[in-house]
T-cell receptor, first 111, second 115 residues
Framework: DAKTTQPPSMDCAEGRAANLPCNHS???????VYWYRQIHSQGPQYIIH???NNETNEMASLIITEDRKSSTLILPHATLRDTAVYYC????????????FGSGTKLNVKP | ETGVTQSPTHLIKTRGQQVTLRCSSQ?????VSWYQQALGQGPQFIFQ???????GRGNFPPRFSGLQFPNYSSELNVNALELDDSALYLC??????????????FGPGTRLTVT
């Protein structure tokens, strides 16, 4: 599985959009980009995934660059409850959901 | 629909002992994965079970073993505990072959402390 690079931490003001970047320059054509988050003392929570098109769901939007070497997770209106560690993962679709987590980005949403 | 549950919540063991951690998958799921999360790090993949057979393993020694039962519940067994085995152990279940194969649902974890 391709490795990902994320900044260790980011701050965001409550109510503003949080944009979390991820570099995956060695991604191959059949690898998806996934985002999970982990709120303190809880198990990771699925957020969103995508292959090459931008995706949106009730939690977030995922923007993948045309060359697929990087992506951005967007939380449109961050709340204090969005404070968590966010993990960007790339995985081959048929790889039976074996996820290789990196160190993630600690997002601090401040009032 | 019940979520993924794990037991016990916390556990303290002594170096050299053996431990068994348990996981109950989300209803309808047929795949379970186990992860180890050391303090301040991301979860590390240990192994995965699909239809009661191991279906891939991460970089963990054989003293880490597992079982998946017909009802898709699972156990993680660790023999000859070492101090570095102290971590949060996470179980995750998913449905391979269904419409939502991309999503993996994690339990709250078991905090293991080895002294």
């Amino acid at each position: 599985d391709a490795k990902t690079t994320q900044p260790p931490s980011m701050d965001c003001a409550e109510g503003r959009a949080a944009n979390l970047p991820c570099n995956h320059s060695t991604i191959s054509g059949n690898e998806y980009v996934y985002w999970y988050r982990q709120i303190h003392s809880q198990g990771p929570q699925y957020i969103i995934h995508g292959l090459k098109n931008n995706e949106t769901n009730e939690m977030a939007s995922l923007i993948i660059t045309e060359d697929r070497k990087s992506s951005t997770l967007i939380l449109p209106h961050a709340t204090l409850r969005d404070t968590a560690v966010y993990y960007c993962i790339v995985r081959v679709r048929n790889n039976f959901n074996k996820f290789y987590f990196g160190s993630g980005t600690k997002l601090n949403v401040k009032p | 629909e019940t979520g993924v549950t794990q037991s016990p919540t916390h556990l303290i063991k002594t170096r050299g002992q053996q431990v068994t951690l348990r996981c109950s998958s989300q209803s309808g799921h047929n795949t379970v994965s186990w992860y180890q999360q050391a303090l301040g790090q991301g979860p590390q993949f240990i192994f995965q079970y699909y239809r009661e057979e191991e279906n891939g393993r991460g970089n963990f020694p054989p003293r880490f073993s597992g079982l998946q039962f017909p009802n898709y519940s699972s156990e993680l067994n660790v023999n000859a505990l070492e101090l570095d085995d102290s971590a949060l152990y996470l179980c995750a279940s998913s449905l391979w072959g269904g419409d939502r194969i991309h999503e993996q649902y994690f339990g709250p974890g078991t905090r293991l402390t080895v002294t």
